[in-house]
């Protein structure tokens, strides 16, 4: 048994060894464990509850859904926040790193789902929310490891 969050677990999630596993709660912090005898290996702690997290295809880097609107990517074996900027108006509750690492996606309470570049920091552009009622005319395809998706764009951000 794993214990030390005090608040509600939101997410786990295992590193891509099996031999880690990382939590998030709304203690506001990320925990992550050693699976072999469930010691804790390290405790980052933050300024904002969890909704989930996600972590890179290689394991690397993290990243986690919170309350303060920002995005955040630290990395797991120092445990170092490595990038952070805001970008949503609402609560962010999702997040995923595209299959290529070159790119992360988060869908937010405001509706939108944002592609950010990871390498620049940068919004690549918006997509709207599935009613129609903000996005434009326009779409976008947004193809990752072959796999195109069609999205409605709500603006471009260069």
Excluded at 17 to 43: A, E, F, N, P, V
Excluded at 58 to 70: F, L, Q, V
Excluded at 92 to 116: A, H, R
Excluded at 117 to 125: A, C, E, I, K, P
């Amino acid at each position: 048994m794993l214990k030390g969050h005090t608040a509600i677990i939101s997410f786990l999630v295992f590193l891509p060894d099996s031999r880690s596993l990382i939590s998030s709660s709304y203690d506001q912090s990320l925990r992550i464990w050693c699976t072999r005898d469930g010691s804790l290996k390290r405790i980052i702690n933050y300024t904002s509850f969890f909704f989930s997290l996600s972590l890179s295809q290689d394991g690397r880097y993290m990243t986690a859904a919170n309350a303060d609107k920002s995005l955040r990517i630290w990395d797991v074996r120092t445990g170092r926040l490595v990038m952070s900027w805001m970008g949503h108006s609402e609560n962010i509750w999702s997040t995923v790193f595209v299959p290529n690492g070159k790119g992360l996606l988060s869908g937010s309470q405001d509706k939108t789902m944002k592609y950010w570049d990871v390498n620049l920091g940068s919004t690549l552009n918006v997509m709207a929310d599935p009613s129609g009622t903000s996005a434009s005319d326009k779409s976008e395809n947004l193809t990752f490891e072959g796999h195109t998706v069609r999205f409605p764009l709500r603006k471009q951000i260069s």
